[in-house]
T-cell receptor, first 110, second 112 residues
Framework: KNEVEQSPQNLTAQEGEFITINCSYS?????LHWLQQHPGGGIVSLFM???GKKKHGRLIATINIQEKHSSLHITASHPRDSAVYIC????????????FGSGTQLTVLP | NAGVTQTPKFQVLKTGQSMTLQCAQD?????MSWYRQDPGMGLRLIHY???????DQGEVPNGYNVSRSTTEDFPLRLLSAAPSQTSVYFC???????????FGQGTRLTVV
């Protein structure tokens, strides 16, 4: 079983819809990252959070440490939001780098 | 402000050839790492470094070498390329693993 599980694997939405991508993890963590990988391949960090909620524009990320779960929400989705969204965790007490989920491919149709 | 610069963007190698993927960052980050990305598997850690002169293995280190002689540079060497090393490679850096990570643009490597 992967230490970081994302759902759904693929998601197709109509422009304007509210989107939720989920991330569950099975290890203790000190931080969780949400990343966006553009169709051209580049990876951009969207959020880094260790508790609570963060908001940037139409993007909202939440984390529940007790339930070992995080969600990424996109409000008023747009075709330019089409990308792969990746959840990654930094395990507690480990010098290792991040452990990644396999990603969620989001397609927003006009 | 260049961030993380990774070269080359594309490379085709023959089985048995060796090559070096370059990664440089200008943010004075201590932590640097190399990942490979394969379809359906997500990013997997190859090697990482917590500072100049210090490197360690990740999940999939076999067939790869790294060194960290300076804070800025973290090259990844393929010793004898194999078709199983066909993948997209990403270099990343951060002040520490819990801080925001910055990624290079990726290298698409094909081994024939």
């Amino acid at each position: 079983k992967n230490e970081v599980e994302q759902s759904p694997q693929n998601l197709t939405a109509q422009e304007g819809e509210f989107i939720t991508i989920n991330c569950s993890y099975s290890v203790g963590i000190s931080a969780l990252h949400w990343l966006q990988q553009h169709p051209g391949g580049g990876i951009v960090s969207l959020f880094m959070l260790s508790s609570g909620k963060k908001k940037h524009g139409r993007l909202i990320a939440t984390i529940n440490i007790q339930e070992k779960h995080s969600s990424l929400h996109i409000t008023a989705s747009h075709p330019r939001d089409s990308a792969v969204y990746i959840c990654a965790v930094k395990q507690s007490g480990s010098a290792r780098q991040l452990t990644f989920g396999s990603g969620t491919q989001l397609t927003v149709l006009p | 402000n260049a961030g993380v610069t990774q070269t080359p963007k594309f490379q085709v190698l023959k089985t048995g050839q060796s090559m070096t993927l370059q990664c440089a960052q200008d943010m004075n980050h201590e932590y640097m790492s190399w990942y490979r990305q394969d379809p359906g598997m997500g990013l997997r850690l190859i090697h990482y470094s917590v500072g100049a002169g210090i490197t360690d293995q990740g999940e999939v280190p076999n067939g790869y070498n790294v060194s960290r002689s300076t804070t800025e540079d973290f090259p990844l060497r393929l010793l004898s390329a194999a078709p199983s090393q066909t993948s997209v490679y990403f270099c990343a850096s951060s002040y520490e693993p819990s801080r925001k990570a910055f990624f290079g643009q990726g290298t698409r490597l094909t081994v024939v």
